[in-house]
């Protein structure tokens, strides 16, 4: 999925990636965040998991990625601890302790700074069942 950032985006402006069944196994070598320079200096998203039903569970704005740098183009591995690879999205998302069992949106939400310069965010998510 790809989603487009306007020069006038503000901090925590978020973006819809995608959708993820709590229960699915992230290939974590494969899954990859490609992105346009969205500013200059310390521009940086965030790609996180959020509840598609009030309930669920409790949004986590950052449970795949942090900090991502968009100061430059670039693209990134979506899963930066390889301890991480192949965990289930349920266990990416801070405090959960079981499977909730339901679906989950990926959204990117734009950090630190707005941007200052339109671009692209894409995700290229690879996973399989639990």
Same mark, same amino acid.
């Given at each position: ?6 020069? &006038?985006?503000?901090?925590? =402006?978020?973006?819809?990636?995608? #959708? %993820?069944? /709590?229960?699915?196994?992230?290939? @974590? ?36 990625? &942090?900090?991502?740098?968009? =100061?430059?183009?670039?693209?990134? #591995? %979506?899963? /930066?601890?390889?301890?991480?690879? @192949? ?44």
């Amino acid at each position: 999925e790809t989603a487009e950032v306007t020069a &006038a985006a503000s901090v925590d =402006s978020v973006y819809w990636l995608g #959708v %993820l069944p /709590s229960n699915a196994r992230l290939v @974590g070598e494969l899954s990859k965040v490609f992105y346009d320079q969205l500013g200059t200096t310390s521009n940086t998203i965030d790609i996180g998991l959020f509840p598609i039903r009030t309930g669920d569970f409790t949004a986590d704005d950052d449970a795949l990625r &942090a900090d991502i740098s968009t =100061s430059a183009a670039s693209s990134t #591995v %979506l899963v /930066s601890d390889h301890a991480s690879y @192949g965990k289930r999205v349920w266990e990416y998302i801070n405090g959960q302790t079981t499977d909730p069992q339901c679906d989950c949106l990926v959204k990117a939400t734009l950090k630190d700074q707005a941007a200052v310069i339109g671009g692209t965010i894409s995700l290229q998510l690879v996973w399989s069942h639990g």
